[in-house]
């Protein structure tokens, strides 16, 4: 039903703007002097328009000191977003986990990362009745692993390409996050 309202509304605003445009070449200037007050109306939206959208991109340009970047809840890799990622995946919210913890990238333990998953009270996973070891494990590999980690759903590649790695695991300690360009 909405559509249809947009599309007739949109009708008759082009019917309105067609007309502004014949009394521009054939009216009288009484007429004329009305059609341009409804074309200047449109050109002032048209302005509107580019405005927000100029603003809107330039919102969205990725932080250049970042290999990865999160915008108004999207993630960014050089400056390409990462669209498939399911928010609701397990995956993701270890990745959102870290990314929040250091955006900037640095060094997180594990203990760390395990009591913000907590705070962020995950429903329905069974992520809550993990801890020590098996945490440690899931903490890792839905970061890094080539099978089923964030760099594959995302189809990034987990290095920077000066042969360090994006996500590092340091053994039993935490996880280095090299999310900074040098």
Excluded at 63 to 75: L, Q, V, W
Excluded at 96 to 106: I, S
Aim: aromatic fraction near 8%; proline fraction near 2%.
């Amino acid at each position: 039903m909405r559509d249809k309202e947009k599309a007739r509304s949109k009708t008759e605003k082009n019917y309105e703007y067609r007309n502004a445009l014949r009394g521009l070449i054939f009216g009288d200037p009484k007429t004329k002097a009305l059609c341009l007050s409804i074309i200047e109306g449109m050109l002032a939206q048209v302005d509107i328009h580019s405005a927000q959208i100029l603003e809107l991109q330039s919102r969205h340009e990725p932080n250049e000191a970042r290999f990865i970047d999160k915008i108004d809840g999207e993630y960014y890799c050089g400056g390409r977003p990462l669209k498939r990622l399911n928010k609701d995946t397990l995956y993701w919210v270890v990745f959102d986990t870290v990314f929040a913890l250091m955006p900037n990238g640095g060094f997180s333990k594990y203990i760390t990362i395990e009591n913000e998953l907590k705070k962020r009270r995950i429903k329905g996973r069974k992520l809550r009745s993990l801890k020590g070891e098996d945490m440690i494990k899931r903490i890792r590999q839905n970061l890094t692993s080539e099978k089923n980690g964030f760099f594959r759903y995302a189809k990034i590649d987990n290095g920077t390409g000066d042969g360090r790695a994006i996500m590092e695991t340091e053994r039993g300690e935490g996880i280095k996050f090299n999310n900074a360009r040098e």
